[in-house]
């Protein structure tokens, strides 16, 4: 006879609490584990204020805008000359293979959400129907497509929130980054990364008619890298760490979506991204084996990995559940579901497969930082073809052999 699996204590004295007060305590203490869970302190600290007006003022769910302040430093050159070629080939690439969202999209396809013969997500929905059944709660033909379109709209959603923060970031490190030819190549970034946001809102509002907040757990990592004054961390966090999931996210998606505008949509999104990680690696590379201190290097190693574990561990769409389950099932019932749906596991495996090769190549894996990526079940995604190593074709191709073995190897290391 198989043997009661023991709960955590915690989990049992919730167990006796009402439901919205169990919800209460739980969204606490997702908070205070967001830093806690963050192993270096130095990087926890640094992180504080952003998780503050993230988590706990919630400003990304304000209604108008929200300032903040970066203080970095511009870098105005005086020598104008020719000076990182790589960079130059990467600007000359990006100018000949801009693109226009308003005449190479077919703006005139009909797109309806409710139609499950095309689904915008594919088969494999990312709440498990079956599971929430486990769960007592039964959804009827139109409700799960209903949900489907919710959930389109927020993962979406989100994308467009992504783009507006690599808006600016890109705009930032643009002033900020020291080599001429680097800083034309940013102009095209930023040009691509408007074009980007214009897309995805014009996709929102027009064919979905739905939009949500940006997520507080996005909002302090964006929050993070755009008030941060060092331009080597904002590279790192927007062009590596957030383009890399970006990356990841819009392969899944495009891979899975039936909808036709929107996988076209994505398809010229994949191509300028795969160059906005290429530059981004390129351009740390540098930096990073030539400019800094041991000391910085390691700083840079550790608030890569923090950066990680927070993709990893904490988008769990509490957008969508406090709109559809939050009187049905708890906060920690939900994050459970969402963390195990096969749909959202197949997502954060190819956003790794993206991401870590890139560290590695650009000098952030280091044996010091190899246990604690282990650790985590991380490591099986190193030696992988890094951002100058992939064509548009790797990036476009659904990668499931590597991440059905990348994800036998993390559940081992787990
Ligand atoms: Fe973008
Ligand atoms: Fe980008």
Redesign the pocket.
């Known amino acids: 006879m198989d043997r009661p699996v023991k709960r955590p204590r915690l989990d049992r004295m919730l167990d006796g609490l009402p439901l919205p007060m169990q919800n209460k305590v739980t969204k606490v203490l997702e908070n205070v584990a967001l830093v806690a869970e963050i192993r270096d302190p130095k990087v926890g600290m640094g992180m504080l204020p952003s998780a503050y007006r993230g988590l706990w003022q919630r400003k990304g769910k304000g209604d108008d805008a929200v300032l903040m302040r970066s203080g970095h430093p511009v870098h105005f050159d005086l020598n104008y000359g020719s000076d990182f070629p790589e960079m130059y080939d990467l600007y000359r690439r990006a100018v000949a293979n801009q693109w226009d969202g308003e005449w190479q999209l077919d703006w005139s396809t009909q797109v309806d959400p409710m139609n499950p013969e095309i689904p915008l997500l594919g088969d494999t929905p990312f709440v498990p129907f079956d599971v929430l059944e486990k769960h007592g709660i039964k959804l009827d033909a139109q409700q799960r497509q209903t949900l489907s379109h919710h959930f389109a709209s927020w993962m979406l959603s989100q994308f467009m929130h992504g ?1 507006q923060g ?1 808006l600016y970031a890109s705009a930032q490190c643009t002033e900020s980054v020291k080599w001429v030819d680097a800083k034309l190549y940013g102009a095209t970034q930023v040009m ?2 408007g074009r ?1 946001l214009e897309v995805f809102l014009r996709y929102l509002e027009t064919k979905l008619e739905r939009m949500y907040k940006v997520n507080d757990n996005l909002f302090v990592i964006i929050d993070d890298l755009l008030t941060d004054s060092r331009w080597d961390i904002k590279f790192l966090g927007m062009q590596i760490m957030v383009e890399g999931l ?1 990356l990841g996210a819009f392969s899944t998606m495009y891979n899975q979506t039936r909808e036709p505008l929107l996988k076209n949509l994505l398809r010229y ?1 994949i191509q ?2 795969a160059r ?1 990680v290429h530059y981004g690696v390129l351009a740390l590379r540098e930096h990073i084996s030539k400019e800094l201190s041991d000391a910085e290097r390691r700083e840079r190693e550790d608030w890569a990995f923090e950066v990680a574990m927070l993709m990893r561990n904490r988008f769990f769409a509490h957008e969508i559940y406090e709109e559809w389950f939050e009187h049905k099932l708890s906060r920690r019932q939900w994050n459970e579901i969402i963390a195990n749906s096969p749909a959202m596991t197949k997502f954060r495996s190819i956003m790794f497969q993206r991401l870590v090769p890139n560290l590695e190549y650009i000098g952030l894996l280091s044996d010091r930082m190899r246990s604690y990526y282990d650790k985590a079940g991380l490591l099986a995604y190193a030696g992988g073809k890094n951002a100058s190593q992939l064509s548009e074709q790797d990036l476009l191709r659904d990668n499931d052999a590597m991440a059905a073995k990348a994800l036998a190897q993390e559940k081992a290391a787990a």
Do not use: G, L, Q, R
Request: zero cysteines; aromatic letters at 0%.
């Open positions: 783009e690599a691509d990364e980007h970006a999104v300028d991204e906005h």
